[in-house]
């Protein structure tokens, strides 16, 4: 008989961390934000002055929720209201793997309720059986959760009378109004989003894609540059009316068959919507701010004004504040944080 192989300590600890962390963000406790009033120049939510998710004076806020990132969600959500001119005027989606059958989700809307009690918002079911076949091995385990593929799915999950849609990642705080973000003009487009033409937008796909004359054409006549899908304005009604969900499920389909791609859910966004996209300014994404998707180191901020920022990449903030090792830039998220028992930073 072959002796059985003995892990190494490297995967024994990296194991009960991983354990603790998810025993951690099942008893994590919150503590109640403050409550955020409309300014007196905010339009009427309804005729009755009453919400209504279907009010055209709302603004919709699309977010995926669960125990893991439950620490940067609460956070962005504070960090919407706070910085909002009409906090009583927007509305959230929370896309969550827990069906409201489940205690997982009773204890996700509690949370939510007890931090933000006015809260407008709704909890939605995600059926991961719709992508569990879909989903290809990427660079960072996280990246292949299929709740990252959720935001697929926002046109059917959502309302018919959602017409547009502001999806935000778990891991950013806004330093500026969501109205404002919501009101970028689409032109006839999809979806908006800040886009970033001087990365190297081959990389994101492997060499059997751009050997293949059938797949490379894709983007003729498209100047295709890659942009982040962490933070976009879409509209729901053109989603809806083109299929868009059908046309990235089946780039999915081709790549578990024949791999086309290396990066988790953003490839798929960027072969159906790279280069037809309607612009917004770079300051509603400062991205990358949990370093590199290898070692997360500490990086700067791009130049220019900031209206968001955003820890994509490895290391994010409340995992470094907690460790006693942050990046400069935490110090900026941790303002948001609302945990009941806090890291402690030095004096």
């Not at 099942?26 to 009755?48: K, L, V």
């Not at 705080?173 to 999809?190: E, F, Q, S, Y």
């Not at 990235?248 to 791999?259: A, F, S, Y």
């Not at 300014?281 to 991205?287: I, K, T, Y």
Request: neutral net charge.
């Amino acid at each position: 008989m072959a002796p059985q192989m003995m892990p190494t300590p490297i995967i024994i600890i990296t194991s009960l961390l991983l354990i603790l962390s998810n025993t951690a963000s099942s008893q994590q406790q919150f503590r109640e934000a403050p409550q955020f009033y409309n300014s007196p120049i905010c339009p009427p939510q309804s005729e009755t002055n009453t919400y209504s998710i279907c009010s055209d004076n709302a603004v919709h806020v699309a977010m995926t929720l669960d125990a893991t990132y439950l620490r940067g969600s609460m956070a962005a959500v504070l960090s919407v209201l706070q910085h909002s001119s009409c906090p009583e005027n927007t509305h959230f989606h929370f896309i969550t793997t827990a069906s409201a059958a489940t205690r997982h989700h009773r204890l996700l809307r509690l949370t939510i309720s007890q931090s933000f009690p006015s809260l407008n918002f709704r909890l939605y079911h995600f059926n991961t059986a719709a992508v569990a076949g879909l989903i290809s091995t990427s660079i960072r385990a996280a990246l292949d959760s299929p709740l990252n593929y959720a935001r697929n799915y926002l046109a059917d999950l959502l309302p018919e009378c959602v017409r547009k849609i502001v999806y935000l990642d778990s891991d950013l705080v806004l330093v500026d109004d969501i109205a404002k973000l919501a009101a970028t003009p689409l032109r006839r487009r999809v979806l908006a989003a800040p886009e970033y033409c001087n990365a190297n937008f081959t990389s994101y796909f492997t060499p059997s894609f751009w050997s293949n004359p059938s797949l490379s054409s894709t983007f003729t006549d498209r100047k295709a540059c890659y942009f982040n899908t962490g933070v976009m304005v879409i509209d729901l009604e053109r989603w809806r009316d083109g299929d868009y969900t059908r046309k990235i499920v089946e780039w999915m389909e081709l790549q578990k068959r024949m791999r086309i791609y290396e990066l988790g859910s953003l490839p798929p966004f960027l072969l159906v919507f790279a280069g037809n996209i309607a612009p917004v300014d770079h300051r509603w994404n400062q991205h990358g701010l949990g370093g590199d998707n290898f070692r997360g180191l500490c990086r700067d901020l791009h130049l220019g004004p900031v209206s968001l920022l955003h820890w994509s990449g490895k290391g994010k903030p409340w995992v470094r504040l907690d460790a006693n090792c942050p990046c400069p830039l935490d110090a900026l998220w941790a303002p948001y944080d609302l945990l009941k028992t806090p890291y402690l930073l030095d004096s």
